[in-house]
């Protein structure tokens, strides 16, 4: 299981290079939400810690889709 923390770096490598990305990953029984934001604003972060998260899980045959 992987330990996330406030204030603290993610626990694994930025993917992206100093870039801006927000990525998903399926796990074995949810799904993580990752972004990596090279200098967020203040309004992002409270976005990120109070807002509202929305999300469809649509399963064909053995594909997951996630939007």
Known sequence: ???????KPFPFPQPNSGGEITLSEITISFFDIKCYLSDPTSNEIMDWRKGSLEYALFEKT???FLY
């Open 1 to 7: 299981m992987i330990k996330y923390e406030v204030n």
């Open 62 to 64: 053995i594909v997951l």
